[in-house]
């Protein structure tokens, strides 16, 4: 049984949680997209922590860390990270982000190289290359992206019904798993969503996700990203890899699991474990 220990840790202004397993191999930092914590990785990190130090992070404003008042875009959540891997000592690190996380990651693999020595993007798109479609509701684009950036109407709408929003609608219109996101899950998710001030993580790196695309751009073109990119896409899908080919470069390795929704760490962990291992350790030994 691999223990997974909890901790807290204070830098650029807030506390972050974060939890961690293993013991030896090179390190992994997982990050969370909405509405997610790092609890949506509970079944990822056992399978990773066999050969590899895992570390998943609540990110500022989401979980069980800080969310008072103050900025909660982008940039500064790619501050927050890089402060915490020098906070760990454990860099570089193999990063892995997903969903609305993709802004974030993407600002740390490209300002701070010395911190990452891969990067992989899960079902994960950017502003700039995209990403700003799924707020156009006109083309099919989701409904609570608009909501989540609107000052005040996420906390006027979703309080109080934060288990009637994840249980019945979000989790089951993205999930193609029968029962992977279950009873438990969606308690936990629940639980630091109906906080006081719970809805500033997401409704933050929602409303940056809609005015940063040209200097997401910017950060593509130079410095850009100059670690190995594996990019995982779920459903048979390619927007996550045509989305890192146009950002990256058209030398990434691309991974697209079939009969998976949006939410591979929980529907398919074992698949994701194997995709990234063998990522990591191709990493791993060129290095």
Known sequence: ??????????????????????TSGSPILLVHGFPETWWAFRKLI???AAEHRVFAVDLRGFGDSGNGQGEYDSATSAEDLHRLIAALGVGPVHLSGQDIAGATVFRL????????????????????FGLEALADVT??????IGVLAAEGVPELLFTGHERELLGDLLFPSMTAVRGAVGEDDVEEFARTYSR???????TGLYRSML?????????????GVVVP????????GSFTSGTMKR?????????????VGHYVAMEAPEELAKAVLEFTGRVDAAR
Not at 247 to 259: N, R
């Open 139 to 144: 083309r099919g684009g989701a409904w609570y």
């Open 196 to 202: 006081a001030g719970g809805w500033r993580g997401a």
């Open 247 to 259: 950002a990256v470069s058209d030398d990434i390795t691309a991974v697209s699991l079939e009969g």
């Open 229 to 236: 990119v594996l990019a995982v896409d779920a459903g048979g």
């Open 1 to 22: 049984m691999v223990e997974i220990s909890h901790h807290r840790v204070e830098v650029n202004g807030t506390a972050l949680h974060y939890v961690a397993a293993g």
């Open 211 to 223: 005015r940063e695309g040209e200097e997401i751009r910017a950060l593509a073109e130079s410095p």
């Open 109 to 128: 693999a490209v300002e701070h190289p010395e911190d990452v020595r891969s990067f992989t993007a899960i079902e994960m798109g950017l502003p700039g």
């Open 46 to 48: 056992p399978l990773l």
